[in-house]
């Protein structure tokens, strides 16, 4: 009898552990920890900005599928059969509208109603194109918008703050149990991006020119938080040699402004930028429109932020701030 009653007393230790042990499972899966079949949803993002916004704030409650290859353009991607199917079976896409990337609105309105298309360009105000600098022959490298504005929003980190603002409320929608979680991730990037806007601000306030020359149009929206005014020039490109007209026209734009610095989207091969040192009197340097980093930067920690803070120091040098 005695080992009976002793047996029973055992039994119910052991069941009152199961217990306690199976009450505090259940509490710790009731937190906002992500279940890796349940939780997390899946999102495209057209290209590299869009993207870093998304994964900032969807942090390990989402993922995401970039559309654009890593380190190509973004304005003539094609999509392949695995992005068709990706956006397909997304919950949301995040993308820039207005024929900025035809290939990936054309998807997105064929897309069924089971995923959302959140167009960020609906969450910033456009500016027009820059005209070219008077009297350069050729073309202008930089994409337009098919209403004529210009697509380079992402430029200006407060144009960031708007669209990881937009990119947060939808996530929380979408996901209303991490809402707070996505509120916390989003708030924690737009202060890295407000930093980063006062660092331009403060940095560029004073410099010799206010004039900022670049071969490729992106980066009307920086100017234009800076009270600078960007110009566009002509028939200067790594493929093609400028005319001894565009080069009269730069040259005296410089001289009339002084323009120390010529900016392209890719550096010169060395001949030509040799030939705009000599005719214009003017050094060639790089900005990067960040429309898409390559896989080898990427790896070594390179962001929209890092690249920024790159232009902003090459800016600084040939403004002369």
């Known amino acids: ?35 890796a079949q349940k939780d997390v949803i899946s999102v495209a993002a057209s290209f590299y900005p869009i993207e870093e916004i998304v994964r900032r704030v969807g942090g390990t409650y989402v993922s995401v599928v970039g559309l654009t290859p890593v380190g190509e353009g973004a304005h003539d991607v094609q999509l392949t059969a695995k992005n068709l199917d990706a956006l397909t079976n997304a919950s949301a896409v995040y993308y820039i509208s207005d024929g900025f990337q035809p290939d990936v609105e054309k998807a997105v309105a064929s897309l069924p109603n089971s995923v959302v298309p959140v167009d960020l360009l609906q969450t910033v105000t456009l500016l027009d194109v820059v005209a070219q ?11 337009v918008l098919a ?19 937009a990119v947060a409320d939808s996530l929380s929608q979408l996901k209303p149990e991490f809402a707070t979680e996505f509120s916390a991730a989003a708030k924690s990037y737009i ?34 938080r800076v009270d600078i005014r960007q110009v566009a020039i002509a028939g200067v ?14 040259a005296a734009f410089a001289r009339a402004n002084k323009v ?7 550096l010169l091969p060395a ?8 005719k214009v009197g003017a050094a060639a340097d790089l900005l990067d429109p960040i429309e898409g980093i390559s896989s080898e930067d990427l790896a070594s920690g390179a962001s929209y932020l890092t690249i920024q803070r790159d232009n902003l120091a090459r800016l600084q040098k040939g403004l002369g701030c």
């Open 237 to 250: 490109n790594p493929e093609e040699e400028p005319s001894a007209k565009s080069l009269e026209a730069i």
């Open 147 to 165: 209403s004529g504005k210009d697509p380079h929003v992402w430029l200006d980190p407060a144009n960031m703050v708007a669209m990881t603002t």
């Open 1 to 35: 009898m005695v080992l009976i009653i002793g047996m029973v007393h055992h039994m119910k230790r052991f069941l009152a552990l199961i217990s306690i042990t199976i009450a505090v499972t259940a509490c710790g899966n009731s937190s906002s920890q992500p279940d």
């Open 271 to 278: 001949d030509l930028a040799k030939t705009l040192a000599d």
């Open 133 to 143: 600098l008077d009297g350069t022959e050729g073309e202008t490298d930089g994409e």
């Open 191 to 224: 202060a890295e991006l407000q930093a980063l806007g006062s660092e331009i601000d403060t940095k560029l306030a004073t410099c010799e020119s206010r004039a900022l020359v670049t071969s490729h149009r992106a980066f009307a929206y920086l100017a234009k």
């Open 260 to 266: 120390s610095t010529i900016f392209f989207e890719t």
